[in-house]
């Protein structure tokens, strides 16, 4: 194995970058759940009907109660108890989707409620429906404030992902800690080139939010 590894740090990288891929694949999977969730509960969250908010409340409010960690254990452990067996993928996939889906849903609802009344009533005044004034009114503007927020629970579910090497995933913290069992002496290379790899896959996501955001801002999207 010592023959494998090499001596020189980037020795390490091919074994690293398998890891690399399922993150990023998990991280991908992860954002879509999250944010279709993100809109369907915070529209929940501003419903006239009680127990649409009820509902929604008790999703929220228990995802964000309670460790992501225990989530991502009990989907891939308690669930077959239950009859119910996940792949390592789906359940990685779903506990980082519902945790980040329950965070990004309040995002969703309070940049909606941050509009000024006055826009809604100007909307009714023009005759518009209730879908018209959603889609051409408010969200429009909201969707600018949710950004930033957005953009940091992005960088979030990102680094979050590590915790599915837990569930036997072969993420990059997986072949990180596979390749020090093999020499514990390169530890500092292999958690250093680790932390190097996650800040390469990060920093392109918050520039890109933040490009999106003066874009949004500017009107010219």
């Known amino acids: 194995?010592?023959?494998?590894?090499?001596?020189?740090?980037?020795?390490?990288?091919?074994?690293?970058?398998?890891?690399?891929?399922?993150?990023?694949?998990?991280?991908?999977?992860?954002?879509?759940?999250?944010?279709?969730?993100?809109?369907?509960?915070?529209?929940?969250?501003?419903?006239?009907?009680?127990?649409?908010?009820?509902?929604?409340?008790?999703?929220?409010?228990?995802?964000?109660?309670?460790?992501?960690?225990v989530q991502l254990f009990w989907l891939f452990y308690a669930l077959p108890l239950l009859g119910l067996e996940l792949a390592p993928l789906a359940a990685g996939t779903l506990a980082l989707g519902?945790?980040?889906?329950?965070?990004?849903?309040?995002?969703?609802?309070?940049?909606?409620?941050?509009?000024?009344?006055?826009?809604?009533?100007?909307?009714?005044?023009?005759?518009?429906?209730?879908?018209?004034?959603?889609?051409?009114?408010?969200?429009?503007?909201?969707?600018?404030?949710?950004?930033?927020p957005f953009g940091n629970l992005l960088i979030e579910l990102l680094k979050g992902t590590s915790l599915i090497s837990l569930i036997t995933l072969a993420d990059l913290t997986y072949q990180g800690n596979l390749l020090r069992t093999f020499d514990a002496s390169r530890t500092f290379e292999i958690f250093g080139l680790i932390l190097v790899l996650y800040f390469i896959m990060a920093y392109p996501l918050t520039l890109a939010m933040r490009w999106l955001e003066k874009r949004m801002s500017a009107g010219r999207v």
């Open 98 to 148: 519902l945790n980040y889906g329950a965070y990004g849903s309040e995002v969703v609802r309070s940049s909606l409620a941050a509009i000024p009344r006055g826009q809604i009533e100007a909307a009714i005044a023009l005759n518009l429906t209730p879908r018209q004034r959603m889609f051409k009114v408010l969200l429009p503007q909201a969707f600018v404030m949710m950004l930033p």
């Open 1 to 69: 194995m010592m023959a494998i590894l090499g001596t020189h740090p980037f020795d390490l990288l091919p074994a690293l970058w398998k890891g690399v891929v399922i993150t990023l694949e998990v991280a991908a999977l992860s954002v879509i759940v999250a944010f279709v969730l993100a809109f369907v509960a915070g529209f929940a969250r501003l419903s006239k009907r009680w127990i649409v908010r009820a509902v929604s409340t008790v999703y929220v409010e228990v995802f964000r109660g309670t460790s992501l960690l």
